[in-house]
C-alpha cells in the first residue's frame, strides 16, 4: 500500500510495471547494432540510444485501486526482477 501524499504531492497514481523480456540472443544483438548506430564519432555512450533497447523489456499488467489517499498494488510474481512505474493519473487506470 501507497500513501498517495508521498508521491506527486498526493492526488490519484498510475502504476505500471516493465520486466526484462525472454532472452533472445538476436534481439540483444540488433539492439546493440542499433544502438551503436545512433552515436556521433567519438561518442561512447547517450540517452538517445534507449529506444534501441525497446525489445528487450515488456510492461506487465498491475492490478490496483486507489481510495481514500492511498493505493493498494498486487504485484505479480517477478522473474527474475522488475521496475514499478509511478506516475500522476493521467494514464487510462487498469
Not at 544483438?29 to 551503436?36: G, M, N, Y
Not at 556521433?40 to 498491475?62: C, I
Not at 489517499?69 to 526482477?81: M, R
Amino acid at each position: 500500500m501507497l500513501n498517495n501524499e508521498n508521491f506527486f504531492s498526493g492526488g490519484e497514481l498510475s502504476v505500471k510495471m516493465i520486466q526484462p523480456a525472454s532472452y533472445v540472443k538476436a534481439d540483444h544483438d540488433e539492439a546493440e547494432e542499433r544502438a551503436d548506430s545512433m552515436l556521433e564519432d567519438g561518442e561512447k555512450l547517450s540517452g538517445k540510444q534507449t529506444s534501441a533497447y525497446s525489445k528487450l523489456s515488456t510492461e506487465v499488467p498491475v492490478e490496483y485501486e486507489t481510495a481514500d489517499g492511498i493505493t493498494k498494488i498486487k504485484i505479480p510474481a517477478l522473474n527474475p526482477w522488475a521496475i514499478l512505474i509511478l506516475s500522476k493519473d493521467d494514464l487510462t487506470k487498469n
